[in-house]
């Protein structure tokens, strides 16, 4: 239900107060959380509570090749991986708690390659990419862990992609809503340039907020920067949840103006 | 309903993908919003706004004496405005989707007198306090508007009481939530003093925030000032909405390590 803006009248004592009430949407934002290479769903634990703290509903998932689905470490693809992210996503959007249009997607290295692919097959708001890992294109159907073999890799990564030399910053290209795009200072797996691709290929975004975690590497080992990655999340989601939530009200009143005389 | 911690499986080309859901609680904070002496509900709109952008239901509310009540202005007193405010809480704790265990009251001047009243009568979490004022207990079936006329007034509301002294200031130090008392710089109609003696009062509370309105006066007649508040009160009650929804996503982790072995 939409943010409802409603006049009523409180009894006290014979008499009836005017009052106002405004009620926020009931459905709520939905949060999905995709992990790295070699990761699993435990790692977003500690974001999910928080973010449930600004009453987003957070979903998390073991791609396959990871914990039960291991034995397919060595054969999954990067397309049988986005399904994963695809399928998650769906049931997240397709509950009737959460705002099909106010979804965010949190992806981590592979995790936030997949979510930046994500994007050109389902709608998204909000886009956080921590240290997100890239690919050629070619060979698409290849297995994940082929990907990570080729000799050429490193270089790629630290080579000045453009929009239309990758799948993933086409995505990103033709991305409209608020996007994050956080680097380890330390970071030897998705090198300086990497981002910058990133963020180049963010350009129609509504939003483009980038941050580096001084002094944190790939997989922020110390429970000191895995905090400052928490904060720093929290700190630019609650700031879109509340104004998407803030501009439902809003709505609200402008709805009251139309229907009400004077 | 409280927050909850589910552990599913996501269909996916015939894998089951493991997955977690964490849903925040789905009844929502409380916010009422108790107007001044010559005000009115509209006075708070600006704030309810920005509040159900926490996800917050807000209920603003003319106290009688004012508005279409105004004919009472001359005769309304505190016991009257005080049973105004204890209907407009009971309506709005008693809303099926209001957690009636996180309700926040947000008092102006004389309605910030009645908020701290009604924590003595009702369960409150939240206690903001703006330019609070302040009268002698005797006579306190006497209409509003003769305590306005006491010649005593001044004298009082600049002297040091302690909470034995004043049923607001007693009813404030059996407070136990978050507190906030919010003072504007160049306020003419309750002194530096008054506010200190709330402060003072609120020893017991689990936090007491205490803010200056630099430049503003009572009335915060400068769009700037008005601005400066809705700001203020913002991040106050967004740092406690949250830490409260956190905690209630908390609970559904441990819960679940009672309940699922391992």
């Known amino acids: 239900m939409e943010a409802r803006l409603k006049t009523l009248e409180i009894a006290v004592e014979g008499d009836r107060l005017g009052a106002t009430m405004l009620t926020p949407a009931t459905r709520m934002p939905g949060l999905l959380f995709v992990h790295g290479w070699g990761g699993s769903q435990q790692q977003a634990m500690q974001r999910a509570r928080k973010a449930a703290g600004l009453s987003c509903v957070c979903l998390t998932f073991d791609l396959r090749g990871h914990e039960r689905h291991a034995r397919m470490r060595q054969t999954v693809t990067r397309a049988r991986n986005l399904a994963d992210v695809l399928a998650a996503y769906d049931l997240l959007a397709g ?19 997949l979510s930046a692919l994500l994007t050109a097959h389902r709608p998204v708001q909000w886009l956080a ?12 159907e290849a297995p994940k862990v082929a990907l990570n073999c080729d000799p ?14 990758n799948r993933a910053l086409r995505a990103c290209a033709a991305f409209h809503g608020d996007a994050l ?31 580096l975690l001084a002094g944190a590497d790939h997989a922020l080992s110390t429970p000191a920067a895995q905090a400052a ?15 998407e939530r803030e501009q439902l009200a809003r709505e609200a009143f402008r709805e009251r103006r139309h229907t009400i005389p004077g």
């Open 95 to 113: 509950l009737p708690e959460v705002d099909p249009e106010a979804i965010g997607v949190v992806g981590f290295s592979y995790g936030a390659y």
């Open 129 to 140: 990419l921590r240290s997100p890992a890239i690919y050629p294109d070619a060979p698409w």
């Open 152 to 165: 050429g890799l490193p270089a790629y990564r630290n080579a000045v992609l453009a929009p239309d030399d």
């Open 181 to 211: 795009v956080v680097q380890a200072e330390h970071d030897t797996i998705v090198p300086p340039q990497t981002h910058r691709n990133y963020e180049a290929a963010l350009a129609n975004a509504h939003s483009l907020t980038t941050h």
């Open 229 to 243: 990655w928490s904060r720093m999340l929290m700190k630019w989601l609650g700031a879109l949840v509340r104004r």
